[in-house]
């Protein structure tokens, strides 16, 4: 995809974190950007980022019905959409036997459901120009199973999975995506958009405890810095051969190199047992 030129840039969740970073950086570069926000009143704060060029939408990612009609009124009103970035999304902290099941399918309508919803929305647009980007926001913990947050790892774990199915799937129609796996960003990720069941097992208080109180306590200190992921995202909107998955953040890279570590010696030491259920 050229970046010489301006790219039309549609973001999901611009309010705050990395999507709202990522606007300001693709604003600043000349592109022009569409941004989901939740509210009202949010529309015009949004906008006032530049008169021309920031469009914004009032949209919950969870009303499925509601992403198609909203993608043909932006490609009719603002324009051929380049690129997708799926950012909307939250986290949900507590142990999977404390966490109800309603907050798992809060959690999945949010964070897969959502993204799909807005895929399938922009593919007959981006199919027809055989051109398009699409970047879905996963997390470390979707490549990497993490205690304390096993619905949200479930999630993003997903779209992982669908991102790169998806990814072989369009690459013959100029169509890429890329799965966007950040570790722990100064966001308000693990602050006040993180949703956390309550606590009801006495059994998880030395295992889980801990693990709360430190995530509280690092909220607002993260080593990583959304605006230089968002010139990165940039980078690889631009890329003539983005990556099907990109990682970002030293702590990602460390936790994810650890896993394969153990995974490899986990699979080597059952690997006989491994090929042994083929027919003869």
Known sequence: MNQSRMLRILITGVSTGLGRALAEAALAAGHAVAGTVRRQEDVAVFEALHPERARALVLDVTQLDAAAPAVAALERDFGPIDALVNNAGYGHEGTMEESSLEELRRQFDVNVFGAVAMMKAVLPWMRRRRSGRILNITSMAGLVGLPGVSFYSGSKFALEGISESMDKELSSLGIRVTAVAPGSFRTDWAGRSMVRAARSIPDYDASFDPVRKRRQ?????????????????????????????LVLGKDALKLLDAAQTQRASERARWETVSRSTDHE
């Open 217 to 245: 306590e690092a909220s607002g200190q993260q080593r990583g810095d959304p605006a230089r992921a968002a010139q990165v995202l940039l980078e690889v909107l631009g890329s003539d051969s983005p990556p099907q998955h």
